[in-house]
């Protein structure tokens, strides 16, 4: 049984891992590391989880026992075009990962049956972190018109909001951010 005390999942990430468990079989070393992650995760929004976590789509510099540190990314599943650039969770090693902190390790059993700790050395490149930053250069352009005297947009839940009748408004609708196509698109 891997030992991993706790790793910090985004909100999609943690439903994905959800999905995976319900449609991989039980008692095998994957399905322990799985069942162990989604156990001991701790559940943020993209906007919260800090710079340093290995989420889907990062880059990280990890190693191997004591041996030289590689670069990969974490990716969902296997992509054609990337052969040896990513580390799919389908992957004991890739799963392993996702959620861990820079300087968090984790002891998985390897292949041929003895263990191997994977520890993370660097995250490279986060893409909740490179969103934020992005957002943060370009000010936050969601709010922008209504500071200009612009527009003032308002975020429709349901269809039946579009038509504002106590003051006979139309309401536009806008982009949240939010892109989490949720657990049928694991």
């Known amino acids: 049984m891997p030992t991993i005390e706790s790793c910090q999942l985004t909100t999609k990430d943690y439903t994905i ?9 039980r008692g095998d070393t994957f399905s322990a590391i799985l069942q162990r992650k989604i156990s001991s ?3 943020m929004f993209r906007e919260d989880i800090p ?6 789509s990062t880059r990280v510099a990890y190693r ?9 990314i974490v990716a969902h599943d296997e992509m054609r075009g990337l052969v040896g650039m990513l580390l ?9 990962l996702l959620g861990l902190a820079e300087g968090q390790s984790v002891t998985i059993p390897a292949a041929d049956g ?6 993370v050395h660097e995250v490279v490149y986060q893409p909740e972190a490179a969103r934020r930053e992005r957002l943060k250069l ?14 003032v947009l308002r975020v429709v839940h349901r269809s039946d909001e579009l038509q504002d009748k106590a003051d006979n408004k139309v309401v536009a609708t806008f ?6 196509p949720g657990p049928s698109a694991a």
């Open 17 to 25: 891992l959800e999905v995976m468990q319900e449609r991989h079989p």
């Open 175 to 180: 982009d949240t951010g939010f892109d989490d």
């Open 88 to 96: 799919p969770i389908t992957n004991p090693r890739g799963l392993a």
């Open 138 to 151: 370009t000010g936050n352009a969601a709010s922008a018109p209504s500071r200009l005297g612009g527009p």
């Open 114 to 119: 003895s263990l191997e700790t994977l520890t």
């Open 41 to 43: 995760a701790v559940v």
């Open 64 to 72: 191997v026992n004591d041996g030289p540190a590689e670069t990969r």
């Open 51 to 56: 710079a340093t976590v290995v989420t889907l």
